[in-house]
């Protein structure tokens, strides 16, 4: 079964802080994609970054950085200087197979507060 | 911006009432999904579409119905709300050139009182 945990449910830092978001997931397949979303509270989703599983490498974009580990089957999220824009929600999500027909399995979610 | 708009964007009803929720995309994507947000759950997928008249169950499919006759909408139906079905809903496209990564709307808050 594919399933996607999110273990930390709610996250408080204050602002420069670094936070790391952390994503576990399980699969049986050899071919998916790990994504992470956004939602602030005006309650929108956005799109952050896509993670196919033959690719390891960390990404960095800006503040934020992505740490893919295939043997620990996670995916984590750092975000580097916290801002109080950064409050949000964050999703990380799973895809199974090339040629994707809907299955986007996401975690319960992580809500980070960043103070002043 | 994917160009997808829904509608309505809140709307309040009363058990046992049909409800249609509409996605509508200005950019020719092949695939369409629905999905309900509920505390504790993220997103959960209930059908999606892959081309005008297909379409597939997802995880929470049971109590809704979906329909695309057009390229640009994609309809959501609860035959008989339920106070259950009260979530919010995102419809979500995939990019022909990048089926893979989904782009949502702005949701939907749906009330069953």
């Known amino acids: 079964a594919q399933k996607v945990t999110q273990a930390q449910t709610e996250i408080s830092v204050v602002e420069k802080e670094d936070v790391t978001l952390d994503c576990v997931y399980e699969t049986r397949d050899t071919t998916y994609y790990l994504f992470w979303y956004k939602q602030p509270p005006s309650g929108e989703l956005v799109f952050l970054i896509r993670r196919n599983s033959f690719d390891e490498q960390n990404e960095i974009s800006g503040r934020y950085s992505w740490n893919f580990q295939k043997s620990t089957s996670s995916f984590n999220f750092t975000i580097t200087a916290s801002q109080v824009v950064d409050s949000a929600v964050y999703f990380c999500a799973l895809s199974i197979g090339i040629g994707n027909t809907g299955k986007l399995i996401f975690g319960q979610g992580t809500t980070l507060q960043v103070k002043p | 911006d994917a160009g997808i708009t829904q509608s309505p964007r809140h709307k309040v009803t009363e058990t046992g009432t049909p409800v249609t929720l509409r996605c509508h995309q200005t950019?020719?994507?092949?695939?369409m999904y629905w999905y309900r947000q509920d505390p504790g759950h993220g997103l959960r997928l209930i059908h999606y579409?892959?081309?005008?008249?297909?379409?597939d169950k997802g995880e929470v499919s049971d109590g809704y119905s979906v329909s695309r006759s057009k390229t640009e909408d994609f309809l959501l139906t609860l035959e008989s709300a339920t106070s259950s079905q009260t979530s919010v809903y995102f419809c979500a496209i995939s990019e022909i050139l990048d089926q893979e990564t989904q782009y949502f709307g702005p949701g939907t808050r749906l009330l069953v009182l």
């Open positions: 950019e020719n994507h092949r695939y």
């Open positions: 579409s892959y081309g005008v008249k297909d379409t």
